[in-house]
T-cell receptor, first 113, second 116 residues
């Protein structure tokens, strides 16, 4: 158990819908990262937050957004969902913004029908 | 931009044998981190081993060790005394050192099967 929690574990929804994925980092970790894992794109970095502020953006679509709250949990919002958004979404956390390894949550499996 | 390449999509090894997974990367940075993550069928991403580029000594964690060749930009993972529980996808990952951004850049992965 990495100490990072993600909810829900599975999510099934329809095209055009909006969903919210939630992540709670390890106790004391200030930095949260979101990654998408799909069969064709592999593991791709989406976005990073550090202590409530956005620090870096990767291949994140405009239909996707995220935020980190004062209690350091983070939410990833996916809207106008398409079939191609079906993937495993991971949250990871680390103590600081640029140092050391990242600890991954169990992921949320999103299926868009 | 940094890239990570894993040239072996699939590998298999007999239980108790040794196997080496390959990884090469491309960067113009001098200081960085390299990692191997394991993803078993449960899909959990588990850190196996890490290496700081400024350290010449190769990292070792029990049955797992790396061969870090900085000049060649090569970072291979050796698994000794392979066990059935080692069956998983293995991802090599790169991360810049320091700064305010620290996302991981992953290779495509190597699927390792350990056979009894």
């Amino acid at each position: 158990d990495s100490g990072v929690t993600q909810t829900p574990k599975h999510l099934i929804t329809a095209t055009g819908q909006r969903v919210t994925l939630r992540c709670s980092p390890r106790s004391g970790d200030l930095s949260v990262y979101w990654y998408q894992q799909s069969l064709d794109q592999g593991l791709q970095f989406l976005i990073q937050y550090y202590n409530g502020e956005e620090r870096a953006k990767g291949n994140i679509l405009e239909r996707f957004s995220a935020q980190q709250f004062p209690d350091l949990h983070s939410e990833l919002n996916l809207s106008s969902l398409e079939l191609g958004d079906s993937a495993l979404y991971f949250c990871a956390s680390s103590p600081m913004a640029g140092s050391g390894e990242q600890f991954f949550g169990p992921g949320t499996r999103l299926t868009v029908l | 931009a940094q890239t990570v390449t894993q040239s072996q999509p699939e590998m298999s090894v007999q239980e108790a044998e040794t196997v080496t997974l390959s990884c090469t990367y491309d960067t113009s940075e001098n200081n960085y981190y390299l990692f191997w993550y394991k993803q078993p069928p449960s899909r959990q991403m588990i850190l196996v081993i890490r290496q700081e580029a400024y350290k010449q000594q190769n990292a070792t964690e029990n049955r797992f060790s790396v061969n870090f060749q900085k000049a060649a930009k090569s970072f291979s993972l050796k698994i000794s005394d392979s066990q059935l529980g080692d069956t998983a996808m293995y991802f090599c990952a790169f991360k810049n050192y320091g700064g305010s951004q620290g996302n991981l850049i992953f290779g495509k992965g190597t699927k390792l099967s350990v056979k009894p």
